[in-house]
């Protein structure tokens, strides 16, 4: 069974800083492009980062640039989202997706619907 699973969420501070994994099982992430969206309640659901299959190009919306990092260990079938600098803004529920592509090389990341597999989040809360 495809499956991809996320971690690492939690309560944190403002201004600290989580890791997010986002791990494969039943198939090897090597040639998918994974992408990183959030959501909150009542709202529509978000695109924070994406990587193409070889991990050399990675994207991000505006709101994150310079504080998220998005990365993956084909090796461990996994990819990161190593979010620093978290803002109370930053709260929702995170999730990753999947999709099989060796041509991804776009600019922007891929709106929700290109995905084909997802995760079933995991919950950031930014607090004092």
């Known amino acids: 069974q495809l499956q991809l699973v996320e971690s690492g969420g939690g309560l944190v501070q403002p201004g600290g800083s989580l890791r997010l994994s986002c791990a494969a099982s039943?198939?090897?992430?090597?040639?998918?492009?994974i992408g990183w969206f959030r959501q909150v309640p009542g709202k529509e659901r978000e695109g924070v980062s994406c990587?193409?299959?070889?991990?050399?190009?990675?994207n991000y919306v505006d709101s994150v640039k310079g504080r998220f990092t998005i990365s993956r260990d084909n090796a461990k079938n996994t990819v990161y989202l190593q979010m620093n600098g978290l803002k109370p803004e930053d709260t929702a529920v995170y999730s990753c997706?999947?999709?099989?592509?060796?041509?991804?090389?776009?600019?922007?990341?891929?709106?929700?619907?290109?995905?084909?597999?997802w995760g079933q989040g995991t919950q950031v809360t930014v607090s004092s």
């Open positions: 997706a999947a999709k099989l592509s060796r041509s991804y090389s776009s600019y922007v990341c891929p709106y929700p619907g290109w995905y084909d597999y």
């Open positions: 039943g198939f090897t992430l090597d040639y998918y492009v």
């Open positions: 990587i193409s299959s070889g991990g050399g190009r990675t």
